[in-house]
């Protein structure tokens, strides 16, 4: 599934084709992917202007100016492409439609958006812009990892007298929004500690440590645009490349790339989940 780098390397796709601009025309092909569609929903788009366009952990939030606001979520297969953007950054042809283009957003600037989720676990809602953060998906959200509400004192805060593995802990979207299991692994990786260990009992000061390269991994992600596991793409339709520059994830049995140490990556699995860690030099 989509984590944070990824959400918001579409989002920043999809900002100079949809921005300022007008919904010309949204095309609804089903009712429903994970739950039904809000009601009209493609009448309630059309004609509306995108103010901005914004990212909450895994959600991109489009402001509209009929005071409305598009929520979506990409799910574990979901997709959105531009074609046809006048700037000059896409493709320019609109392609041929595809069987899962569940939503088609026609821009008054020659831009198409199009959401394709061949699984269905996406999901769009409308909801009221001045009240949108007390929407049930967002208001049990922790601070997001690159805001400033995000900090030493409250990761310290968060962890004390947590009886649970710390990788659960930086997992737990109350505590931190948007980290998902491939950047949590590369973290704690990159700071050295072990995801079995109880998140109550690291010292506070390696649990502030844990700040910056939280921030570290995401921008480096950010910057390569994402990583390509299996269903992800750019909006531009090209693959994220971060997935190259893995220190833990995915690596099992391979050599530890931390210099010095001499240990080979592990996989474990934790809550259903699969965790790659160093055993030699993650304590």
Not at 45 to 61: C, E, F, M, Q
Not at 160 to 187: F, H, M, W
Not at 228 to 257: I, M, N, T, V
Request: hydrophobic share 40%.
């Amino acid at each position: 599934m989509p984590e944070l780098p990824e959400v918001e390397t579409v989002k920043r796709g999809l900002a100079p084709a949809m921005e300022g601009a007008v919904i010309a025309r949204a095309q609804v092909n089903r009712p429903d992917l994970r739950w039904p569609f809000p009601e009209r929903m493609a009448e309630r788009l059309t004609g509306a202007r995108v103010n901005a366009l914004r990212r909450r952990s895994k959600y991109i939030l489009a402001d509209l100016d009929t005071e409305e606001t598009l929520l979506i979520h990409l799910g574990m297969s979901g997709r959105m492409t531009v074609s046809g953007d006048p700037l000059g950054q896409f493709v320019h042809e609109h392609p041929q439609a595809e069987k899962h283009d569940h939503v088609v957003l026609d821009m008054d600037n020659g831009a198409r958006i199009t959401f394709n989720d061949p699984r269905r676990f996406g999901a769009m809602d409308l909801l009221e812009t001045a009240t949108a953060g007390s929407h049930k998906l967002l208001a049990v959200l922790g601070p997001e990892p690159l805001g400033n509400d995000f900090h030493e004192d409250h990761l310290v805060a968060a962890f004390k007298g947590r009886n649970t593995p710390v990788k659960s802990a930086l997992l737990d979207q109350g505590i931190i929004a948007g980290l998902g299991n491939i950047y949590v692994c590369e973290a704690l990786f990159r700071a050295g500690i072990s995801p079995r260990r109880k998140a109550g009992q690291i010292a506070a000061h390696r649990v502030a440590a844990l700040v910056p390269i939280i921030r570290q991994v995401l921008q480096d992600a950010i910057r390569a645009g994402g990583s390509s596991l299996k269903d992800f793409r750019q909006a531009s339709g090209e693959l994220g490349y971060f997935q190259h520059s893995f220190d833990a994830y995915g690596r099992e049995g391979e050599p530890c790339r931390r210099e010095g140490c001499a240990g080979s990556i592990a996989r474990i699995t934790q809550s259903g989940r699969s965790t790659f860690y160093c055993v030699k030099c993650q304590r």
